[in-house]
């Protein structure tokens, strides 16, 4: 089952990804109600949340030095630096927490791993060939939809509902190339273990230009989709204010990026 938009229905990642893999399904009513049963959880109870970033970790430590291919997701929240001026310190500690294990869920269940959280922001990142099912670039891609239709249908409900709060808005960059495992010390079971390189930083540059509840894909991940899945994007490079010529192969080109169409 495909996420239900409650109007008439429209193209979605989800449903391409369904179609290459009948076994594999999504059950977006019972996604959305533990959701929505986490939040209230948290909200009544306290910090309910587990630790995500294990898996991470110890992915890392078993790779360190080495280069690895993947796609590389940014998502955070619009509007964060407002919300921690405006808000008491428990609700927002609750919004910010609650979001970000949320979208490290989310970033799971299309097996991906929880790099970190900087602030109100979460990193995630899919390894090439990690599954044979689907590719990491089709995963990442449909971890983004489904990550603004939970902002959307679970936890912006909650928000307006019970917490008398405006709803929130998120904007995700995704790209795609080989980084470094590096790590931060000698200890190799307590050093700080990290990733470096071009794919880190361009999902972090072109989220930033990313409008509320929009995805953007750099050209890199964009040509790991096959035609059918790439009619989902438009290239927005002509819309920059500035080029991207130095993350380009080819200097004299600008790198492309392309917005997902749906919101």
Same mark, same amino acid.
């Given at each position: 089952?495909?996420?239900? $938009? ?27 109600? !533990? ?64 979001? $970000?294990?949320?979208?490290?869920? *989310? ?39 489904? *990550? ?29 190339? !080989? ?13 700080y273990v990290d990733l470096l390189g071009p794919a880190m ?27 059918? *899945? ?5 290239d927005m490079t002509d819309e920059l204010n500035y080029p ?20």
């Amino acid at each position: 089952m495909s996420f239900k $938009s409650g109007k008439e229905k429209t193209p979605n990642i989800i449903d391409m990804l369904l179609s290459k893999n009948p076994d594999k399904t999504i059950d977006s009513d019972t996604l959305i109600k !533990n959701v929505q049963d986490r939040i209230n959880n948290a909200l009544e109870k306290g910090y309910q949340y587990t630790r995500v970033i294990d898996s991470s970790e110890k992915f890392l430590r078993k790779n360190v030095f080495g280069q690895i291919n993947m796609a590389v997701l940014y998502v955070d929240i619009v509007g964060s630096t407002k919300m921690s001026m405006t808000l008491p310190p428990d609700k927002l500690s609750t919004i910010i927490s609650s979001f $970000s294990q949320e979208m490290s869920y *989310m970033i799971e269940k299309f097996h991906g791993y929880v790099l970190k959280f900087v602030g109100d922001a979460v990193i995630g990142y899919f390894v090439e060939n990690e599954t044979d099912q689907i590719p990491a670039a089709y995963n990442t891609v449909a971890c983004a939809e489904s *990550m603004i239709k939970v902002v959307k249908q679970g936890i912006n409900p909650i928000l307006i509902e019970k917490m008398a709060l405006s709803e929130i808005s998120i904007k995700i960059g995704i790209d795609f190339g !080989n980084n470094t495992v590096v790590r931060y010390g000698a200890d190799e079971q307590k050093a700080y273990v990290d990733l470096l390189g071009p794919a880190m930083n361009v999902a972090a540059k072109i989220q930033n230009l990313a409008k509320p509840n929009q995805i953007i894909v750099g050209q890199d991940i964009y040509n790991k989709l096959d035609p059918y *899945m790439q009619e989902f994007f438009l290239d927005m490079t002509d819309e920059l204010n500035y080029p991207l010529k130095h993350y380009s192969n080819d200097q004299e080109k600008n790198y492309h990026v392309y917005r997902y169409k749906y919101q």
